[in-house]
């Protein structure tokens, strides 16, 4: 089957313009993660889905940055009035089982985000 | 707070020899997974191998093992007859037994393999 697919792949915008990332998990996981990646670092997380709620959304930076999934499987990470260093790749993983923990996560290629 | 340290930003290796990629972490849990992650050009992430904290045995798949020191928290990689295509950047994780399954990451280590 198909793996994790994000759109757009890449994507500029303004400073203070309003952007929506789209994830589509594997078929049948039902846990979601969002994470960021900066030039040159590491992943870092930032929510994570269980179904439809946010079982954690600890990770995310400030109000501005918001991500639903409303129907337990298309996620989408809003963000909104961007700024410059909002710049990195935005990573969406997936996982198999309802527990979660241990499991493997299965990325996405990623958004390029741009903001100029 | 968990942390996850690679301590070698760049490395490489010729083709067909043996490379060790470090990784150390800072935890109070006791429960725990950790893995070893390639990010090739393309950006996808791909597992190559994980570790459940509480087995004694080294994980390993085909030429990739690990060494596993629980009490030192170091979870090194190796790589065996090292290929072209493991040319890559390489992240370690760390996911804690209770929290969702919230991976943290190292800072990368950039490998290169040589002809």
């Known amino acids: 089957g198909a793996g994790v697919s994000q759109t757009p792949s890449n994507k500029v915008t303004e400073k203070g313009k309003y952007v929506e990332l789209r994830c589509d998990p594997i078929?049948?996981?039902?846990?979601l993660y969002w994470y960021r990646q900066s030039l040159g670092q590491g992943p870092e997380f930032l929510i994570y889905f269980q179904g439809t709620g946010a079982a954690d959304d600890s990770g995310l930076p400030n109000d501005r940055f918001f991500a639903v999934r409303p129907e337990g499987s298309v996620s989408t990470l809003k963000i909104q009035r961007t700024e410059r260093g909002d710049s990195a790749v935005y990573l969406c993983?997936?996982?198999?089982?309802?527990?979660?923990?241990?499991?493997?996560?299965?990325f996405g290629p990623g958004t390029r985000l741009t903001v100029l | 707070a968990q942390t996850v340290t690679q301590s070698q930003p760049e490395m490489s290796v010729q083709e067909a020899e043996t490379v060790t990629l470090s990784c150390t972490y800072d935890t109070s849990e006791n429960n725990y997974y950790l893995f070893w992650y390639k990010q090739p050009p393309s950006r996808q992430m791909i597992l190559v191998i994980r570790?459940?904290?509480?087995?004694?045995q080294n994980a390993t798949e085909n030429r990739f093992s690990v060494n596993f020191q629980k009490a030192a928290k170091s979870f090194s990689l190796k790589i065996s007859d090292s290929q072209l295509g493991d040319t890559a950047m390489y992240f370690c994780?760390?996911?804690?037994?209770?929290?969702?399954?919230?991976?943290?990451f190292g800072q990368g280590t950039e490998l290169s393999v040589k002809p």
């Open positions: 078929s049948g996981h039902t846990a």
């Open positions: 570790q459940e904290a509480y087995k004694q």
């Open positions: 993983a997936s996982s198999p089982t309802r527990l979660a923990e241990g499991d493997t996560q299965y």
């Open positions: 994780a760390f996911m804690a037994a209770n929290q969702g399954g919230k991976l943290i």
